[in-house]
Nanobody, 123 residues
Framework: QGQLVESGGGSVQAGGSLRLFCTASSLTYRPDCMGWFRQAPGKEREGVASIYIGGITTYYSDSVKGRFTITQDDANDAVYLQMNSLKPEDTAMYYC????????????????WGQGTQVTVSS
């Protein structure tokens, strides 16, 4: 059924920026929605941002609104997550996910997941 592939994680100082990339080109279907989630050690996985593929509707968690932007690359079934004004509390493993129907930021509703890319923000 294919997989999602993420890239772009790394280490930055607080206030810096990173851009994550995820492609779903190897999936056997075009997802309705793709999203980004994150999980810090000892914490539950939480939704960060999601976007309807082929549309303009996006969703963001309150903790990243105004700092993170999710965009899509229709030609490559890919999404980007531009992360600005990063804070130490943004440190986590970031996962890309895709779902067939809907676009809410609820992890259990996503069928496909990437392996994750680490983002570390130092103070």
């Amino acid at each position: 059924q294919g997989q999602l592939v993420e890239s772009g994680g790394g280490s930055v100082q607080a206030g810096g920026s990173l851009r994550l990339f995820c492609t779903a080109s190897s999936l056997t279907y075009r997802p309705d929605c793709m999203g980004w989630f994150r999980q810090a050690p000892g914490k539950e996985r939480e939704g960060v941002a999601s976007i309807y593929i082929g549309g303009i509707t996006t969703y963001y968690s309150d903790s990243v609104k105004g700092r993170f932007t999710i965009t899509q690359d229709d030609a490559n079934d890919a999404v980007y997550l531009q992360m600005n004004s990063l804070k130490p509390e943004d440190t986590a493993m970031y996962y890309c996910a895709a779902r067939r129907i809907g676009c809410r930021l609820i992890p259990d509703e996503y069928e496909y997941w990437g392996q994750g890319t680490q983002v570390t923000v130092s103070s």
